[in-house]
């Protein structure tokens, strides 16, 4: 059974920096894409970063971009995002997929994880 566990969400104050990470098993994801996207209240799921496992070759949204940095432990099957300078815009439900080739559309992945609610005060 496929499963991606997030972890490390949590309310923060703006400027500061925070590490998700996504806890993969189940199967290999080798030759897969893992991708972080984030859902605030009201708005579609949108494209965060990705990073191609096997290459480690790394995508990124503008809006992130210089800020978030995605990565992978290969021993530990877990894939990261680390956020620093946070904004309060960046405050949303981060989920982490997973698919075959890299797409910034959601609707692309195959396996998600459950998600990690990250919250940025002002």
């Known amino acids: 059974q496929v499963q991606l566990v997030e972890s490390g969400g949590g309310l923060v104050q703006a400027g500061v920096s925070l590490r998700l990470s996504c806890a993969a098993s189940g199967r290999t994801f080798s030759n897969y894409h893992m991708g972080w996207f984030r859902q605030a209240p009201g708005k579609e799921r949108e494209f965060v970063a990705a990073i191609r496992w096997s290459s480690g070759r790394t995508y990124y949204a503008d809006s992130v971009k210089g800020r978030f940095t995605i990565s992978r432990d290969n021993a530990k099957k877990t894939v990261y995002l680390q956020m620093n300078s946070l904004e309060p815009e960046d405050t949303a439900v981060y989920y982490c997929?997973?698919?075959?080739?890299?797409?910034?559309?959601?609707?692309?992945?195959?396996?998600w994880g459950q998600g990690t609610q990250v919250t940025v005060s002002s």
């Open positions: 997929a997973a698919a075959r080739q890299y797409y910034s559309d959601y609707e692309r992945y195959d396996y």
